[in-house]
């Protein structure tokens, strides 16, 4: 998937991608959005809004309250690429994501998963 295919998804298309995968492993919906909440700063009604109103995952992004200072601790690879070394600050967010996502989906403990 390009970049710009990408950012320019509607992050309603992607919030049930990240559930799906989530409840696939035994985790919860309510284990994404607390992710969510963390990595980002929105409130739950907040992150409900943005999907109701089908923002895109770029203005999702830029959009957020609070990026999580410690969102930064998030290292290591999604589909082959260091989260890490991403040049374009969106897509890094994106990254973080999926990260947490898979960590959640691998079974690590949520203190973990938000470097607590």
Request: glycine letters at 6%; proline letters at 4%.
């Amino acid at each position: 998937m390009s970049k710009n295919k990408v950012l320019s998804m509607a992050f309603s298309r992607l919030y049930p991608l990240y559930i799906n995968k989530a409840e696939r492993k035994g985790r919860t919906k309510e284990e994404v959005d607390k992710i969510l909440r963390w990595l980002t700063g929105y409130s739950q009604e907040a992150i409900e809004s943005q999907i109701e109103q089908g923002v895109d995952a770029e203005s999702f992004f830029k959009e957020s309250p609070q990026l999580n200072p410690s969102r930064t601790l998030i290292t290591g690879t999604v589909c082959g690429v260091r989260v890490e070394e991403v040049e374009d600050p969106i897509m890094r967010e994106i990254r973080y994501l999926d990260k947490l996502i898979d960590e959640l989906a691998k079974g690590k403990p949520m203190d973990k998963i938000l470097r607590v």
